[in-house]
């Protein structure tokens, strides 16, 4: 007698879903194409953020002092 495999499942983030973790599920996490690219156009609408101060990118001297 074999024992049974668990397969880990999460919910979609898009519509919530449950969705196999599988290498052959090409747009893990989410459930679908659509699912991934209404996510896509959340975070280019900045409609999802990642919290913490902004980077103030306004330099007088035109020079990149972020990498400095």
């Known amino acids: ?3 049974p495999i668990n397969i880990l499942t999460v919910k979609c983030p898009t519509c919530k879903r449950q969705v196999a973790w599988l290498p052959e599920n090409e747009f893990k996490p989410f459930c679908c194409e659509r699912c991934r690219l209404i996510d896509l ?3 280019i609408m900045e409609e999802k953020r990642i919290p ?3 980077i103030d990118l306004d330099f007088e001297d035109n020079e990149d002092h ?3």
């Open 1 to 3: 007698m074999s024992s």
């Open 41 to 43: 156009g959340e975070w």
């Open 52 to 54: 913490g101060e902004a």
């Open 66 to 68: 972020f990498f400095q």
